[in-house]
């Protein structure tokens, strides 16, 4: 298994960083191909959580090297607090273990302040962004203007980062927003580029190396399926392509580094959405939402780890999912948080649309035109018993196989593991 890839199959945040931390002890490499610090990867070791933005969760295994790759898009700011706090507490992110690609593209402060200035003109139509400078960055990098990696280690970066600020000052100045003071940018930068230099390398290279010497390659997709830029519910999407097949591009590797690959759907038991756009299956009675998403008390609960919003949650809809696993090509599924469903009295997952009396077992164009589709549930039992303390499929109630033999049907996909909590063991592998 050189090349193995795992992708969020919703709206994001459905435990890719926990589930990558778990194949992390099989991985010689760990590398990242999309985003920025707009994503936020929770890892639970014992008493310990880490939440990852910008570098790869299997950074936390002591075993793989961790690489951020070519498609992604980096905040130095972001990056360096990020390796700062993981060796704080003794995880090693150093130049050795830490290697970030020379043709990544970077997010400055006038990105986040465009961002943020563009999503106050869009008013009610405003996309809930996390702010972190992702489409300004991306919007940049289509346009050919952008700065990358590379330009930080290269003897004219100040010149052009100036540039760059004036620049942003003069899109912000017709967006009504405030200019950026470009001295202490300049002043900040300068020191992130002297701190950068031993980490970049060509992680194409590398990685080329790493798959041709019989090693693994963990592929850690940030984001989800339903936010991808062209594939998801646009314009309420990221500005990354998320997707499977974009873990090559992002990454550098060729066609064949796809042969035999392993692509891993990680999937919430049920289905959650941050930011605005379209949830056909949101629940919208609330002692019953606040049931899936709790209160906040637990770290677990459903709430923004980059941004801290309340999530959007709703019944899994296995025809989002069917598509998911069709654009993605999953092999296998895993899914995450069944502990949460316990106790609940009936469980429904959506198997199909109905629109004017017709039936829709897949949407004719996707997330992108839900106008007048209606979810159709199969409902299930549901179950009593605590199955956080699990670790065989079964000990799991009946009930509790049945949905999960339900999901692997509507998707299409053999559910490989199963999520019952957010510590690293808390794994049961499909029977
Ligand atoms: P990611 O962005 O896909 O990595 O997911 P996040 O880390 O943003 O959100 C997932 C949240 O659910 C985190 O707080 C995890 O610790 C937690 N989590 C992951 N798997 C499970 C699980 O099986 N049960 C419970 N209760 N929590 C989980
Ligand atoms: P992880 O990797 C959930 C959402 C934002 C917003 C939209 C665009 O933790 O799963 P952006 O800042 O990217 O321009 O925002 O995408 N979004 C996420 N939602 N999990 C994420 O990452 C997300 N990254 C972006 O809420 O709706
Ligand atoms: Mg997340």
Not at 74 to 79: A, G, Q, R
Not at 278 to 306: K, M, V
Not at 332 to 349: A, F, N, R, Y
Not at 382 to 401: F, H, K, M, N, Y
Request: some cysteine.
């Amino acid at each position: 298994m050189p090349l193995k890839i795992v992708v969020g199959a919703q709206w994001g945040d459905e435990g890719k960083g926990r589930i990558v931390d778990w194949f992390a002890s099989q991985a010689e490499v760990v590398a990242r191909y999309n985003g920025g610090d707009n994503a936020g990867h929770s890892v639970t070791v014992g008493s310990q959580l880490f939440k990852l933005h910008l570098i790869p969760s299997g950074i936390v295994h002591p075993r793989p090297v961790a690489i951020m790759g070519n498609g992604m898009v980096i905040n130095p700011e972001s990056l360096f607090s990020e390796i700062e706090s993981l060796e704080k507490v003794g995880v090693d992110a150093g130049p050795k273990r830490l290697r970030i690609s020379h043709a990544a593209h970077l997010i400055t402060p006038a990105h986040k302040a465009l961002d943020k200035a563009m999503e106050a003109a869009r008013g009610k139509e405003s996309i809930g962004t996390t702010g972190r400078g992702i489409g300004p960055a991306y919007t940049d990098k289509a346009a050919r203007t952008n700065l990358r990696v590379a330009d930080m280690v290269g003897t004219d970066f100040v010149e052009k980062l100036g540039t760059h600020i004036e620049s942003a000052n003069r899109s912000l100045a017709a967006l009504g927003a405030p200019a950026l003071d470009i001295g202490p940018v300049l002043d900040t930068f300068s020191q992130y580029a002297t701190r950068i230099r031993p980490f970049v390398a060509d992680t194409a290279a590398e990685m080329d190396a790493a798959l041709r010497a019989g090693q693994t390659v963990l592929a850690e997709g940030a984001q989800g399926t339903l936010l991808d830029i062209d594939h998801g519910t646009y314009p309420f999407v990221t500005s990354s392509s998320t997707l499977a097949p974009a873990a090559l591009l992002g990454l550098g590797l060729g066609m064949t580094a796809a042969r035999d690959s392993i692509v891993s759907g990680v999937c919430k038991a049920f289905q959650t959405r941050v930011g605005s756009g379209p949830f056909p299956t949101e629940i919208h009675e609330e002692s019953l939402a606040l049931r899936l998403r709790g209160t906040g008390e637990n770290p677990w609960d459903e709430y923004g780890t980059t941004t801290g919003r309340p999530r959007r949650v709703g019944w899994l809809d296995g025809v989002l999912l069917r598509y998911a696993a069709r654009l993605n090509g999953f092999t296998e599924l895993v899914i995450t948080k069944l502990d949460i469903l316990s106790g609940m009295p009936h469980i429904k997952i959506c198997t199909a649309y109905t629109r004017n009396g017709k039936i829709y077992h897949d949407l004719p164009f996707g997330p992108t035109d839900l106008e007048g589709f209606e979810a159709v549930y199969e409902e299930l039992p549901g179950w009593t018993e605590d199955v956080s303390g699990i670790r065989r499929w079964e000990d799991l109630p009946q009930p509790a196989r049945d949905y999960l033999d339900a999901i692997g049907r509507v998707a299409g996909v053999p559910v490989r593991l199963v999520s019952v909590g957010p510590e690293r063991e808390q794994i049961v592998p499909a029977g």
